[in-house]
């Protein structure tokens, strides 16, 4: 019998998460029966070819309880008799004192749910984020006594409590994450460093072959034919696309370039805007999100890729923002920031380049550096490709994962050296 998992998702599928979908597919072919289960539903109007691969089935669990009180009712008048539902209301009562939300409430509601319908045979609790979803898995655990693990990423880390990390931290068999500074952060956190992790994501090398082209030698001093620049990613505050912005208007006037970027977001129309502001409008187009072979035809058609993260007022920030690693697999010369572990994926002046976050002059400066010099493009971009198909390859990190599973008796019904392959 394959190992049964429950997978906790804030939402399912996203096309932001093409990291999450990458390990749910690679955790099918170990031999791991996964049952999804979401905090939401999907808001995409498009999906990833991927998530069409996983055939795990996919139970939304009441996003808003007044929507369905029936369900949340007879969810908690079949867990109230179980073991652990003392415990899990003690704990959910210790947290709603300390963060009286509706949010808290609607976690232990969804929580009642999950524990309520969680499949028969289920082994193992496994929550994507250490915020909302790690609150659901934890809640229903504790009432189940199916143990749980976690996996942290980015913003979840930087933007929750320290009480809360430390106690989810200490509450979980073990927490992956996916950078070297959140690593540390939550082994600083945790009653016992040694049940966190450190996993890079990595990225699906067969999706990403490198490319066969030779590299572009636009140099900016052609009017029709300029140097084009991409950036994908939501339009959120840490991706800095403002300073982007700031930053174009900056360049000499005699480069020609083109921006283009995809990715929607809650501030593409502030984006847009801006970019009138800015009488840019002519050389730039701003679209929503893509599937990601579209992305990749996007990574094809440029010359240089630019995403100026920084660390948004509220303390989010990227962890390691997987376009950057597609399109370092693409040979793309990439402009970013020194923010999280993005340093740990960019050697600045040897396989891309790094500026200050909020500086759109020294931005603007390193931009006008790599669309005046195409062989500085070839050589950052060749470097970083190299790089990324030796050591970003997923099959190598999801090992470490199943490792993990591995280790508390959950063994895929596939050989070894299948899961390897």
């Known amino acids: 019998m394959k190992p049964v998992i429950v997978v906790v998702l804030k939402g399912y599928p996203r096309l932001s998460e093409t990291f999450i979908a990458q390990e749910l597919l690679e955790l099918e072919r170990a031999g791991y029966d996964l049952r999804l289960v979401s905090l939401r539903h999907p808001t995409d109007r498009k999906r990833h070819p991927i998530n069409d691969e996983i055939r795990a089935p996919v139970t939304y669990l009441p996003e808003y309880l007044h929507d369905e009180p029936v369900r949340v009712l007879k969810a908690w008048w079949k867990v109230r008799r179980l073991p652990g539902y003392g415990k899990a209301v003690r704990h959910w009562l210790k947290d709603l004192s300390r963060d009286a939300t509706r949010n808290r409430i609607r976690r232990f509601g969804q929580a009642l749910v999950l524990a309520a319908e969680c499949p028969a045979g289920a082994r193992w609790i496994y929550s994507h984020f250490i915020h909302t979803p790690s609150s659901v898995a934890r809640y229903s655990s504790e009432m189940t006594g199916i143990a749980w693990s976690a996996s942290a990423h980015a913003k979840d880390i930087w933007t929750s409590p320290d009480w809360e990390l430390s106690e989810k931290l200490a509450a979980a068999a073990w927490t992956v994450t996916c950078t070297a500074g959140g690593a540390?952060?939550?082994?600083?956190?945790?009653?016992?460093?040694?049940?966190?992790?450190?996993?890079?994501?990595?990225?699906?090398?067969?999706?990403?072959?490198?490319?066969?082209?030779?590299?572009?030698?636009?140099?900016?001093?052609?009017?029709?034919?300029?140097?084009?620049?991409?950036?994908?990613?939501?339009?959120?505050?840490?991706?800095?696309?403002?300073?982007?912005?700031?930053?174009?208007?900056?360049?000499?006037?005699?480069?020609?370039?083109?921006?283009?970027?995809?990715?929607?977001?809650?501030?593409?129309?502030?984006?847009?805007?801006?970019?009138?502001?800015?009488?840019?409008?002519?050389?730039?187009?701003?679209?929503?999100?893509?599937?990601?072979?579209?992305?990749?035809?996007?990574?094809?058609?440029?010359?240089?890729?630019?995403?100026?993260?920084?660390?948004?007022?509220?303390?989010?920030?990227?962890?390691?923002?997987?376009?950057?690693?597609?399109?370092?697999?693409?040979?793309?010369?990439?402009?970013?920031?020194?923010?999280?572990?993005?340093?740990?994926?960019?050697?600045?002046?040897?396989?891309?380049?790094?500026?200050?976050?909020?500086?759109?002059?020294?931005?603007?400066?390193?931009?006008?550096?790599?669309?005046?010099?195409?062989?500085?493009?070839?050589?950052?971009?060749?470097?970083?490709?190299?790089?990324?198909?030796?050591h970003f390859d997923h099959r190598g990190t999801i090992g470490q994962l199943i490792a993990l599973f591995e280790a508390n008796g959950l063994v895929g019904d596939k050989p070894r050296e299948m899961q390897a392959s």
């Not at 991409?230 to 700031?246: E, F, I, N, Q, Y």
């Not at 597609?326 to 970013?336: D, K, N, P, T, V």
């Not at 380049?353 to 060749?382: K, Q």
């Open 184 to 390: 540390r952060h939550l082994k600083d956190l945790s009653p016992d460093a040694a049940k966190v992790a450190l996993v890079y994501h990595g990225i699906d090398l067969a999706r990403f072959p490198m490319p066969r082209r030779d590299p572009s030698r636009r140099d900016g001093a052609d009017a029709a034919d300029p140097v084009r620049i991409l950036s994908v990613g939501r339009a959120v505050a840490k991706k800095g696309l403002d300073t982007l912005a700031d930053a174009l208007a900056l360049l000499p006037h005699d480069l020609s370039w083109q921006w283009t970027h995809v990715g929607g977001g809650e501030l593409a129309d502030d984006l847009k805007a801006q970019v009138e502001r800015l009488g840019l409008a002519e050389r730039v187009a701003i679209h929503g999100s893509r599937a990601q072979s579209e992305v990749l035809e996007a990574y094809a058609a440029s010359d240089l890729f630019v995403l100026p993260c920084r660390i948004a007022d509220d303390g989010d920030r990227d962890g390691l923002p997987n376009v950057l690693v597609e399109a370092q697999s693409q040979g793309l010369a990439c402009i970013s920031t020194p923010i999280s572990g993005i340093p740990e994926l960019i050697d600045d002046g040897r396989t891309g380049i790094l500026v200050p976050a909020n500086d759109p002059a020294a931005l603007a400066a390193a931009m006008a550096d790599a669309i005046r010099s195409p062989d500085l493009r070839a050589r950052i971009g060749t470097a970083a490709m190299e790089r990324v198909h030796a």
